[in-house]
């Protein structure tokens, strides 16, 4: 054996010697023989070392004691310091090209590694570069492992599509009598089931556990398909099946005594407290996940309690276990406990989130952590009823908060101090940023293998820039009071959470919490809502013509089921923090009580009540922003390169703003990507009347401007944003939902690089409508410098306008453009029309003629004057 104090003077010695490579062999050799003991020893060995490694032995010495410090954190539940350490490994390898198996020894467990975080995106960047070296040296198995590795990622992510065909791929590349040929089984089990093939499921599970118990050194993967097969036997609730198979997978992982399966067995652990609980057996169900968290967290003890927030660490699987013994304890009735459970593992959810580099894997989590957030709700709910203690009303402000923009936070911060900071880390992530978007954009004119390819690489660039220098996202840690000391006097604040068993919303002013009212059933109310707008306002306005009291009675329900109950000041203007479907509605022109009648004008919109300004989160946008904006660039698109069609509209909007503004303004041809650019870069104020579009699946919000496009993924590459955004284009506020975030439309991208205020549309804009309410709208902003009370005003006036036609008043025509974000201050520079003009060059002329024709008449007396006399005096 071992002695530490040998071994330091046998390490002493080889230094003297200078022989780095032994030095490092015998750290490494010594930490080996106890891992767990050694590990800080081994850790130690950068603090030791005398000089960096000068040759390529040398080099290739030190990257394998990184990958055994990244491979004996990993074995110590040290996850993110196991991938730290990879990623030192994967750098070290990339700078030095040294002659190793990286995908073997770095590639395919840090894609792992990924995985078990949820950082899904790097993992599958990883797991592709290490298949393609595999292909590449034809090394079969390696290629099968990885591609089951990759269907691990795209199955969490929901790609099964993506998942089923890269286990299928992997099944070509072995053998029936192989033992990846089980695992693949297994995992193509997971994916069969997800698709709710249990049947399928079942066959294949049964092939994997058949092909496993036939190999040696395969009891981890023999236990996890064996999981998996009790996993449906929960689902189909056979209790005492999933039962029997929970037990073997647990002997089984017992028994592997080559490595520590610390996560696998508490997973299971958490899977076993479910089945118990739903047999009506809580002391089993408790015992079971307590023996999860002692597995998971060292210091903590099988106990009724929950451990503490500060034993909390990034993993998954402590997340589960966490929600599952508050779920225990909420079935028993005891909620207080049960809240706190739930508490801690939305802040694990929070822990996970902060190192995460790719928004894809910030929304996945953010989807899953609403689900917690929901819980948590519904049990301080419970309790504010029960106690009517203030801290569970708070609670649920804070955690409603906490499911809104996130990313979008994440993306304001991140652009305000790569802005502000001199660090060269963020010039490299702007330049590499401005690459991407680059690539981007040719992707979408051709896209090929190659672009897509670097398209990735610098993803990943940076994605590790961010990791390396630590550029973490942004902690939302802030609570009810300080939330509410930002709201303004003489103003209400409705905050929405849509749960999938209830709504929740939450009525707050600067004097505190008011009222939170529940919208019981809410899976019918989303249903309801979407048929009502699917219905009025999706495909255009026949719908409400052609009926309108269905309109109208369909509206007022909708109002009614929102508004009756909540106590609004009458006098207080209105902010909405939106949430699920309640993202889509304009609540300007819901109907609010009243019987029918013909006479839409005098309809009671809620827009004649309230003044209403729309927030992504009640924190981002809830000061008033004291900036006054005032020089404006216009964009006007009445046709573009490619258009066969001319919008008149278009060109009223122009030639109206013209006579009201002073600034900027580009019409077709000159309406550039160049001049928009650089009009982004230096203008208060952008107007944009064009064409805008989201692809099918709602992924793509484009800006159509005369000869290019304009990307919402462009939106942060200008190092000055416009305080104030104008878009006259048809849903520019629409776009993809993302559950715990909100809609990604191409409006929210603006509010995201620094916007304080954005006018965008919910549903196509009738081009009438859109172009007058706006000239309205800049007319009344000349006087009270409110962009949202000169929208409402605009609004107003146009219902109101007895010009138009009866069914102009109808919301569809004026209600699509709402103002989201903060209160603004802007003053015109107001242009000079041409009636001021004439005036001045009349009186010029004037004054110039008057002065011409004295000069002349004084030219002529004084001509006169000096003339000599030629009369002849004749004498007397």
Known sequence: MFCKASVNEDLEKLRKKDNLIDWIDLRITYAIKDPQKNLDFLLDSEKQLWRKPQNAEEQTAWLYLLINEAYYLLNSSNITQSINKYEEAYDYFLKHQLNIDVEEFILKPLGNNYTRIGDYERAVFILNKSLALAKNEKRDTITASIYNNLAISYRTQQNLDKALFSVKQGLNYCKPNNRIYGILYATYTDILFDLQ?????????????????????????????????????????????????????????????????????????????????????????????????????????????????????????????????????????????????????????????????????????????????????????????????????????????????????????????????????????INLEKNLAYLEKQKRVKSNKEIESKIEDLRFQISSLKKNKNISNYSLDISAQEMISKIPDQTDVIIFFVGKKKIYCCYVTNKGIQQIKTITNASQFESETLGFLDSFYFHGPQNMINSPKSFYSASQRLSQTIFKDLNLNNNHQLWIVKDGILNFISFDGLIMSGEFNNQIRNWPFLIKQKSITYKYSLFQFAEAQDKTVKSF?????????????????????????????????????????????????????????????????????????????FYMFETGLSAHIPSLVILNACQTADGKYINGEGVESLGRSFLATGSHGVISSLWPVNDESGANVLISFYQHLETNNSPQQSLRLAKLEWINNLENPKIMALPYYWDSLVYTGSDLQVNLNRAFGWMPYTLILACVTVIIISYLLRRNLIKQKIKNHNQPNNTTNKSI
């Open 197 to 429: 093939q249990e049947d399928e499921a079942l066959k294949t599970a049964k092939v994997a556990i058949h092909t496993l118990e036939k190999k040696q050194n395969t009891l981890h993967w023999l236990a996890s398909a064996k999981t998996i097969m009790a996993n449906i036997y929960l689902h189909q609730k056979k209790l005492k099946e999933a039962s029997i198979f929970y037990d073997k997978a647990v002997v089984l992982l017992k028994k592997d005594i080559h490595s520590s399966r610390k996560r696998e067995l508490a997973y299971i652990y958490t899977q076993k407290s479910i089945l118990n609980n739903l047999k009506n057996d809580p002391k089993s169900a408790l015992n079971d996940v307590d023996q999860a968290l002692s597995l998971l967290i060292e210091e903590y003890k099988v106990t009724n309690t929950f451990p503490t927030k500060q034993q909390l660490y990034p993993e998954n699987r402590l997340q589960l276990a966490l929600y599952q013994k508050a779920t225990v304890l909420s079935d028993l009735g005891r909620y207080g406990e049960a809240l706190n459970g739930y508490k801690l593992a939305f802040e694990t959810s929070e822990q996970l989130r902060s190192d995460y580099t790719y928004n894809s894997s910030k929304k996945k989590l953010q989807d899953e952590a609403k689900d917690i957030a929901e819980k948590i709700i519904e049990t301080s709910y419970l309790l504010w009823q029960r106690t009517n203690k203030k801290i569970y009303s708070e609670t649920i402000l804070e955690i409603s908060e906490k499911t809104k923009g996130r990313i979008l936070l994440d993306d304001l911060m991140a652009r305000q101090e790569k802005i502000a900071s001199s660090n060269k880390t963020y010039a490299d992530i």
């Open 633 to 709: 660039s216009g964009f006007f698109l009445s046709n573009t390169e490619n258009g066969s069609i001319e919008i008149p509209s278009v060109n009223l909007e122009y030639t109206k703003l013209k006579q009201i503004i002073s600034g900027n303004f580009y019409k077709n041809e000159r309406a550039t990507l160049t001049n928009f650019k650089e009009s982004l870069n230096e203008s208060d104020i952008i107007h944009i009347s064009s064409h805008a579009y989201v692809g099918e699946n709602k992924d793509e919000p484009v800006l159509e401007l005369f000869k290019d496009k």
